[in-house]
């Protein structure tokens, strides 16, 4: 009787700690959000004002009229495509690190000191090289960059994640006359799903949030949604509906896909929990 | 008898030939010159640039509406070249424009600068310089009519000129002068001051004002003055304060920098004091926020770009692209003056230029001279939605705009004298690093750090900015500079 | 590794090769030319003004060394690690455990919990200087309720109270990082033999130190070493919350870098910067991976 009136607080509590941390965390982003609805005096109100007097969708029509919504969708394809293609590559990258310990130390070194390297210093060479290639102002560009971009994050990623599986799994099924590359597919990239999940969200999120090679490498073909935000902060200027809006536009797409990945992340922790 | 009469005829035709051909060739040229330079412009630009694009770069957001909405579209509409607008955040414009310079892309035909980088631009090679498109059009006659400030300050590099000078920014006064009326509050004051309460001519006026009506009005939640004292903002305040108040930037003949003199710490120390009686937290304050308070009623006296001026007085605030300005509560109780000193900074501003590595300079040249011209200049800098400011002689005078909102005409004059007063910013190469300094030291002040500490620290990285670049070479530009009429009032 | 026959060696040759191959392309293409541009341009003179490409030997380099500004962005840099690094950690760490065990409307939770790092950190920074302000913005609107009178604390401004400030914008963006990150390496863990450490009555701390913490650590060591590399280049956040200010308090090494190159175009000194950042954090790197053993 006790144990199960002890479980039942604790749950309870962890419950409440949960909701507290998740106010907490969530306050700026209600704050960020709740500013689409505002009316210029209300942002600048004082005392600040907690909510709008009315929910109106004025400036997000406006965004859409004018085609800055738009670059949501330019944002998407670019952020999306990479991913797809980082977590692809870097993957069986990984799994060679992983199991075949390919290149050694000095491979899997080479490739996480590409992120060691500051953005504003290679923006221009970078730039030069697209003008060479022509790819300035176009979707390939930003694909192929952030790709590259994001690709020692992955492989790093998933070789931890990799390492995590016990290797018994794996040649078993090598015993029974899979071939290596079927063991990969049919035995490990499942069972790391929870990691996929969660490497894929931040690849994700890392192009979806690039902004000085957004804003170097397009002019006006590929705007991207972080470019495009920056575009109301202006010096005699500052649009805060539209950037509010802009960024629940920009944020929601990821927010709905990680709702839904998440999902693979919840039934990979179940799967590792301790008590029911 | 035959050959007289010949004769007689041959001298009579003669007689009228001169006379005719004088006429003739008077109604040629009459024809010319009544053709404005908008029109000439367009004409030659439908024969060299139909069906193609020229590419300006623009600063992002409220501004560019003005070439997306307005201008461009009109061009196309008379000349069919295409106009392609890309817009670039402000903070980022030097970036982008010198960056696709030195890639050589050509991917920019026309510009927007900002004149103080135009000393970098054109010693980078960026610009192309404009005189000889300037004779071929005919552009010299309305280039005398934009305003003196303007014209003899933000146009040429070394003499030449590198871009048209398109924005009348320029630092205005901003009061209420429905406050400044009350009766009481005069009576009060003139017995604590012994002048009488009007716009300040001069900063201890301004400090007893605001001081006094920060007192005198709390009770209505209403402070004396406030300022945008953000470091970017303030920046401009104190190039303005500082000359105004007798400071010279630089000893001229050894270009060391002598911005930490007794005046600059006067500034810089009163600056402080100020914020005494603004609003608490006006360090923090930008464009929008002191904007804020301001139509809000909350502060008497501010300074400011001429938009303050238009937004307080409610117009076109209705215009979706205006959505992001409080409303005025302020209308009609708003005075226009020059700031104390009355040398306003003309900050920032912007300038048409070529590219100097666009591939269409010809068609790009003729667009600008078209958009800086009397008579499209005149249409652009009344869109409501637009940050343009009148910059021309005639605009200041323009019968459609005085009418606009009740005290338009007051408005007017004050940017008119504004800009004939106005002083230039400080532009020498590397403007960027020196301005940096000042901005630095300007948070470091709000931060609480002692005044003279802050300009010695600020004297000593100009001078070595100015080693770096060189001497000699900074110390010419900055000889050129400090001639212009705009750089020290008079 | 079982133990193969040559021709199966051989083939598992091509199979790791092929799979490493596409990534190491995309790698050379894209990482080579910048790298090979830096070190040429950094022994050159580009300035805004100057394209002399004519070779200066070691100026840019002396220059660096005396560049006092450049190394106290530098130790800027190293605090807001040191200090942002451990607490985003801990924090992830915390709620990752709170987590891993059901609660009803667990899945809502983690999704609502990801999106400060959804938000673009230009935007995060922007609205946390809004949030900061002292006449706009609900920080100190707070703090009054709980002080009992009005607060006006300069968050941005007073020197005080910017690094502050810009912990917990930092924080409180990339802590779910680390936090779904550690729930996803937790939910790895060997069910079993923590059910056995239960059994066995051990306690709690026992049981993550001697069986959770070495499972997770793989992920855990790469987390946080990509979040240190990531911190290392700070840039957005502080940019729009306090520029750098006051004076040069909080500038980070990337906003140093952006105005010398961004603003005002000291290419090739900027060049010899990013190579000494460059080598300095693989040093530093690579020695911290030989000392920690990542993999079993």
């Known amino acids: 009787m006790k144990r199960s009136v002890r479980r039942r607080l604790m749950v309870a509590l962890r419950t409440a700690a949960a909701l507290l941390l998740t106010i907490l965390f969530l306050f700026p982003i209600y704050w960020l959000f709740m500013i689409s609805f505002k009316t210029a005096e209300e942002i600048f109100a004082f005392p600040p004002k907690w909510w709008p007097s009315r929910i109106g969708f004025d400036t997000y029509a406006v965004l859409f009229k004018d085609g800055d919504a738009a670059t949501v969708a330019n944002s998407l394809v670019i952020a999306g495509a990479s991913t797809l293609i980082a977590m692809f590559l870097g993957t069986l990258a990984a799994y060679s690190l992983a199991r075949y310990r390919t290149g050694g130390e000095h491979l899997a070194n080479w490739i996480i000191s590409q992120r060691m390297v500051p953005p504003i210093a290679v923006v221009f060479p970078i730039f030069l090289l697209y003008v060479f290639f022509g790819w300035v102002d176009t979707h390939v560009g930003l694909i192929l960059l952030y790709t590259a971009f994001n690709l020692p994050y992955v492989i790093w990623m998933m070789r931890g994640y990799i390492l995590d599986i016990p290797r018994a799994l794996e040649e078993a099924a090598l015993v029974d006359g899979l071939t290596p590359w079927q063991v990969l597919w049919q035995v490990v990239l499942p069972m790391s799903r929870a990691g996929l999940f969660a490497t894929a969200i931040f690849t994700f999120v890392f192009a979806w949030n690039e902004f000085i090679f957004a804003l170097v490498l397009t002019r006006t073909e590929v705007t991207t949604y972080t470019v495009q935000v920056t575009h109301y902060f202006g010096g005699q200027s500052n649009f805060w509906a539209k950037i509010s809006a802009m960024s629940v536009l920009g944020t929601l797409p990821i927010f709905i896909v990680v709702g839904f990945m998440q999902k693979y992340l919840v039934r990979g922790i179940s799967m590792g929990a301790v008590k029911g | ?490 | 590794m079982p133990v193969l026959r040559k021709g199966r060696r051989d083939r598992d040759r091509v199979f790791r090769l092929a799979l490493v191959a596409p990534s190491i392309a995309v790698l050379l293409l894209v990482g080579v030319f910048p790298l090979v541009y830096l070190i040429v341009v950094s022994f050159q003179n580009l300035t805004m003004s100057d394209t002399d490409t004519s070779f200066q030997g070691l100026l840019n380099y002396r220059l660096l060394l005396a560049d006092a500004r450049l190394w106290q962005s530098l130790l800027h840099t190293l605090v807001f690690i040191a200090v942002a690094l451990p607490i985003e950690l801990v924090l992830g760490l915390a709620m990752a455990q709170l987590f891993i065990e059901r609660i009803p409307g667990r899945a809502v939770f983690v999704a609502l919990l990801v999106l400060p790092v959804l938000v673009s950190p230009i935007v995060a920074g922007a609205t946390w200087s809004l949030m900061f302000d002292n006449r706009f913005g609900p920080i100190n609107q707070i703090l009054g309720w709980f002080a009992g009178h009005p607060v006006s604390l300069l968050w941005t401004i007073r020197s005080e109270l910017v690094y502050p400030a810009i912990l917990v914008a930092e924080v409180w963006q990339w802590t779910p990082f680390m936090f779904l990150l550690l729930l996803a390496a937790l939910a790895a863990v060997d069910r079993s033999q923590l059910e056995a450490a239960a059994i066995d009555g051990a306690s709690w701390w026992r049981t993550f130190r001697q069986i959770v913490l070495p499972a997770i650590w793989p992920v855990m060591a790469v987390a946080i070493l990509i979040r240190a590399l990531d911190l290392f280049r700070l840039f957005d956040v502080v940019w729009a919350l306090t520029k750098g200010g006051p004076g040069t308090m909080t500038e980070t090494v990337s906003m140093f870098a952006y105005v010398r190159g961004f603003q005002q175009f000291e290419t090739s000194y900027v060049a010899a910067v990013s190579l000494l950042i460059i080598v300095l954090l693989s040093t530093i790197v690579l020695w911290t991976l030989k000392r920690v053993e990542l993999a079993r």
């Open chain 2, 1 to 490: 008898m035959v050959q007289a009469s010949h004769g007689r005829m041959a001298a009579a035709f003669r007689r009228a030939l001169l006379p005719a051909l004088a006429i003739v060739s008077m109604a040629f040229s009459g024809t010319a010159l009544a053709q404005s330079a908008a029109q000439r412009a367009a004409d030659a630009a439908k024969k060299i640039c139909a069906g193609k694009t020229i590419t300006i770069v623009w600063e992002a957001g409220l501004q560019s509406l003005d070439p997306l909405n307005f201008s461009g579209p009109k061009w196309e509409q008379l000349t069919g070249c295409k106009v392609k607008v890309v817009e670039v955040p402000t903070a980022e414009m030097f970036t982008k424009i010198m960056q696709e310079y030195r890639a050589g892309t050509g991917a920019y035909d026309a510009l927007n600068v900002i004149p103080a980088w135009m000393p970098d631009l054109v010693q980078a090679g960026a610009l192309e310089n404009l005189e000889s498109y300037v004779d071929k059009y005919g552009y010299r006659a309305e280039l005398k009519t934009i305003a003196p400030t303007y014209r003899d300050n933000q146009m040429t590099v070394n003499g030449k000129i590198y871009g048209f000078p398109d924005d009348g920014d320029v630092f205005l006064f901003y009061y209420r002068k429905d406050l400044f009326a009350r009766p009481d509050l005069q009576k009060a004051f003139k017995a604590k001051f012994n002048y009488d309460l009007a716009p300040p001519k001069t900063w201890k006026q301004f400090d007893d004002i605001g001081s006094f009506l920060t007192e005198a009005l709390k009770a209505e939640g209403i402070y004396g003055g406030s300022f945008f004292r953000e470091p970017p903002y303030t920046m401009f305040m104190f190039q303005e304060r500082f000359r105004v108040e007798g400071g010279k930037f630089f000893d001229a003949g050894t270009m060391k920098a002598t911005v930490n003199s007794a005046v600059g710490v006067k500034v810089l120390t009163e600056m402080r004091n100020e914020n005494r009686f603004m609003p608490p937290g006006v360090e923090k304050f930008g464009f929008v926020e002191n904007l804020a308070v301001f139509l809000d009623g909350k502060s008497a006296m501010t300074i400011s770009w001429p938009p303050y001026g238009r937004f307080a007085a409610g117009y076109l605030s209705e215009e979706k692209a205006l959505a992001w300005v409080p409303k005025s509560k302020i209308a009609g109780k708003v005075g226009y003056a020059l700031p104390p000193g009355g040398h306003p900074e003309l900050a920032a501003g912007f300038a048409l230029s070529v590219a100097s590595t666009s591939k269409q300079k010809e068609a790009a040249y003729l667009f600008i001279q078209w958009l800086n011209s009397e008579e499209i200049s005149l249409q652009r800098v009344q869109l409501p939605y637009a940050l343009r400011d009148p910059f021309r002689d005639s605009h200041y005078t323009d019968k459609d705009y005085m009418a606009k909102w009740p005290d338009a005409k007051e408005y007017l004059a004050a940017l008119g004298e504004g800009a004939k007063t106005g002083l230039l910013d400080l532009s020498l190469i590397q403007t960027d690093k020196y301005e940096e300094a000042i901005r630095q030291g300007i948070s470091k002040l709000w931060a609480g750090e002692d005044p003279k500490k802050i300009l010695d620290e600020v004297a000593k990285q100009w001078d070595e900015i100015t080693q770096r670049v060189g001497l000699d070479k900074q110390k010419a530009v900055y000889n050129a500079w400090a001639a212009k009429g705009g750089a020290y009032p008079k």
